[in-house]
């Protein structure tokens, strides 16, 4: 299977995963079984094996940006990095609904955070947090 065939896959049920986070975050099955393991793992599992695979023979390393790009510049440890932002940011989104659910938070509220998560990670989880933590208690409160 080429690479550009792995990155439209792998692509395609990430955006499932997500899909199933904004539309049934009361569904257990979905946020913690779907979208908050199986898919995570299943990107995992492909990171994994592309790593094994292509790192030892791999340019470059993690000690400087020019080594990150020297990586990088491997279509196999490319597609190792997208999927490992695939795999962690909708873990991360997945715990970002459990959480909110379990703390009262309105989903609506909930979804400019995973839209965030979804584009640019970091950002959403930091929006989310910021959230969280503006609503206390008053969350619980009104559930």
Do not use: K
Not at 47 to 71: D, I, K, P, Q
Not at 92 to 114: D, F, K
Request: hydrophobic residues 60%.
């Amino acid at each position: 299977m080429s690479h550009e065939t792995m990155f439209s896959i792998a692509n395609g049920i990430a955006l499932a995963g997500w899909a199933g986070l904004t539309l049934f975050p009361g569904r257990r099955i979905v946020t913690d079984g779907v979208s908050g393991l199986a898919i995570p793992a299943l990107l995992g599992i492909a990171y994994a094996a592309l790593v094994a695979t292509s790192f030892a023979g791999a340019e470059g390393g993690f000690s400087s940006l020019a080594g990150v790009r020297a990586l990088f510049s491997s279509d196999a440890l490319l597609l190792a990095g997208w999927l490992h932002y695939l795999a962690f940011d909708l873990f991360v989104g997945a715990w970002e609904v459990r959480t909110a659910r379990a703390e009262g938070i309105p989903h609506l509220l909930v979804l400019p955070c995973l839209a965030l998560t979804f584009l640019f990670g970091p950002v959403g989880l930091l929006l989310f947090l910021a959230l969280r933590l503006a609503g206390g208690q008053r969350f619980a409160l009104e559930a």
